[in-house]
């Protein structure tokens, strides 16, 4: 069937692609695909010909030359006489580490925000109203500057020196100061990668118990355990090759030697803050959205599970907070793009993220703003559109299909 403004069968004209609906849209979206390929050939040619005017070139042999510069914290071999290209690896790494830092700690924060925030409990409801009112209205630059002063309010290291310090470790092995804080870090020894199997195994079989628990609840109306189970499997099978493999798992406790501790892994001071700031701020965000979701569920749910016997812990593992997850994903992948595009805040702190070291550094020193700033927009789009895809893959496959 065709509509008034098709003509009949027949040979093809021209006229078709303007007057015929089934070829008018693709009409419009080539003329649309055609006029932006040319504004944009023009927009290059014109930045080429300033660039050339100006005796200047697009080039990226910066990249292999010597930096020149240090950097406070790298989780790679670094040193000044490294290339700009290992410093902005540098730099990208630490977007990422304060990046998936802030994202599970703001969802931690956020999801236990939320929930509390619809306890009946007065003072509880109240106090997480107020983290979330006083979080999310102040911008984030703010709170990375004061979480970033209280940061350096902590002892410094010469305060846990002598027979009667000032300052003492926590259980010998943690150290706060004002210079970042110091935790054990891992030796690994032969054996060590036969633990760390075992471990993500342990892992796997946690995620099948569950769903295996939940399928007999939905089929069967089988209530299985799922805490203790979870975490016998999470502890045993580990623990036990720990001792089988001999102990390969060592730890590196920091000590004080000097003016500063060595050892163990060093947190720095622009990292923590940068990290608590972004964590709390995007948390009071995540608590507004799951509060939302929760309160989406139809209450007749929560009374019908609770007369089936189910207790209120029961009731929200079981029965709202799946229904309100399918509500809160959307929402929560714009908070994760925040974090890690609010993570360009870090040179507020000093913190070497790739903004403060290729967008920064780098570029003061080459004078290759248009490379850098391309590379910048380069990284943060292909990041962007990474977690971006990787939650909605997620989210269509929490949602609710038809059958």
């Given at each position: 069937?065709?509509?008034?403004?098709?003509?009949?069968?027949?040979?093809?004209?021209l006229?078709?692609?303007?007057?015929?609906?089934?070829?008018?849209?693709?009409?419009?979206?080539f003329?649309?695909?055609?006029?932006?390929?040319?504004?944009?050939?023009?927009?290059?040619?014109?930045?080429?010909?300033?660039l050339?005017?100006?005796?200047?070139?697009?080039?990226?042999?910066?990249?292999?030359?010597?930096?020149?510069?240090?950097?406070?914290?790298?989780?790679?071999?670094?040193?000044?006489?490294?290339?700009?290209?290992?410093?902005?690896?540098?730099?990208?790494?630490?977007?990422?580490?304060?990046?998936?830092?802030?994202?599970?700690?703001?969802?931690?924060?956020?999801?236990?925000?939320?929930?509390?925030?619809?306890?009946?409990?007065?003072?509880?409801?109240?106090?997480?109203?107020?983290?979330?009112?006083a979080?999310?209205?102040?911008?984030?630059?703010?709170?990375?500057?004061?979480?970033?002063t209280?940061?350096?309010?902590?002892?410094?290291?010469?305060?846990f020196?002598g027979?009667?310090?000032?300052?003492?470790?926590?259980?010998?092995a943690?150290?706060?100061?004002?210079?970042?804080?110091y935790?054990?870090?891992?030796?690994?020894?032969?054996?060590?990668?036969?633990?760390?199997?075992?471990?993500?195994?342990?892992?796997?079989?946690?995620?099948?118990?569950?769903?295996?628990?939940?399928?007999?609840?939905?089929?069967?109306?089988?209530?299985?355990?799922?805490?203790?189970?979870?975490?016998?499997l999470?502890?045993?099978?580990?623990?036990?090759?720990?001792?089988?493999?001999?102990?390969?798992?060592?730890?590196?406790?920091?000590?004080?030697?000097?003016?500063?501790?060595?050892?163990?892994?060093?947190?720095?001071?622009?990292?923590?803050?940068?990290?608590?700031?972004?964590?709390?701020?995007?948390?009071?965000?995540?608590?507004?959205?799951?509060?939302?979701?929760?309160?989406?569920?139809?209450?007749?749910?929560?009374?019908?599970?609770?007369?089936?016997?189910?207790?209120?812990?029961?009731?929200?593992?079981?029965?709202?907070?799946?229904?309100?997850?399918?509500?809160?994903?959307?929402?929560?992948?714009?908070q994760?793009?925040?974090?890690?595009?609010?993570?360009?805040?870090?040179?507020?702190?000093?913190y070497?993220?790739?903004?403060?070291?290729?967008?920064?550094?780098?570029?003061?020193?080459?004078?290759?703003?248009?490379?850098?700033?391309?590379?910048?927009?380069?990284?943060?789009?292909?990041?962007?559109?990474?977690?971006?895809?990787?939650?909605?893959?997620?989210?269509?496959?929490v949602?609710?299909?038809?059958?």
């Amino acid at each position: 069937m065709t509509s008034m403004t098709d003509p009949q069968q027949g040979s093809f004209r021209l006229s078709m692609l303007i007057n015929d609906t089934r070829y008018r849209s693709y009409t419009f979206q080539f003329i649309a695909l055609l006029a932006l390929i040319v504004a944009m050939a023009f927009l290059g040619m014109n930045l080429v010909s300033n660039l050339a005017a100006q005796g200047l070139n697009i080039s990226y042999t910066f990249l292999g030359q010597t930096s020149g510069y240090d950097i406070n914290q790298a989780m790679i071999e670094y040193s000044s006489q490294s290339t700009h290209f290992e410093a902005a690896i540098v730099g990208i790494l630490n977007t990422l580490l304060v990046a998936v830092l802030g994202c599970i700690t703001a969802t931690l924060l956020g999801v236990t925000a939320g929930v509390l925030r619809l306890s009946p409990n007065w003072l509880v409801a109240k106090l997480m109203a107020a983290y979330v009112e006083a979080f999310r209205n102040v911008p984030v630059l703010i709170w990375i500057l004061i979480i970033g002063t209280i940061v350096t309010l902590l002892p410094a290291p010469n305060a846990f020196r002598g027979d009667n310090p000032d300052a003492e470790m926590l259980f010998g092995a943690f150290a706060a100061t004002n210079r970042g804080i110091y935790i054990p870090a891992p030796v690994w020894g032969p054996g060590s990668l036969v633990v760390v199997a075992t471990f993500l195994l342990s892992l796997v079989a946690i995620y099948g118990y569950r769903r295996y628990a939940v399928k007999q609840l939905y089929d069967h109306g089988r209530l299985l355990p799922t805490l203790w189970p979870s975490l016998a499997l999470f502890f045993l099978p580990t623990l036990l090759m720990f001792f089988v493999m001999g102990r390969p798992i060592g730890l590196d406790y920091p000590s004080l030697q000097g003016f500063n501790f060595q050892g163990g892994i060093q947190m720095q001071r622009p990292l923590i803050a940068l990290w608590l700031a972004l964590s709390i701020y995007t948390g009071a965000f995540i608590a507004e959205n799951v509060r939302a979701g929760i309160q989406a569920v139809n209450s007749g749910q929560t009374e019908a599970a609770a007369s089936l016997g189910l207790r209120p812990g029961r009731v929200m593992n079981l029965v709202v907070l799946p229904q309100a997850l399918r509500i809160i994903i959307p929402p929560l992948i714009s908070q994760y793009l925040n974090i890690t595009k609010n993570s360009s805040l870090a040179i507020a702190v000093g913190y070497a993220d790739i903004t403060a070291t290729l967008g920064g550094i780098t570029l003061n020193q080459t004078g290759r703003a248009i490379e850098c700033v391309l590379i910048l927009m380069l990284f943060y789009l292909t990041i962007s559109l990474s977690i971006s895809a990787i939650m909605n893959a997620y989210n269509s496959r929490v949602t609710l299909k038809e059958r």
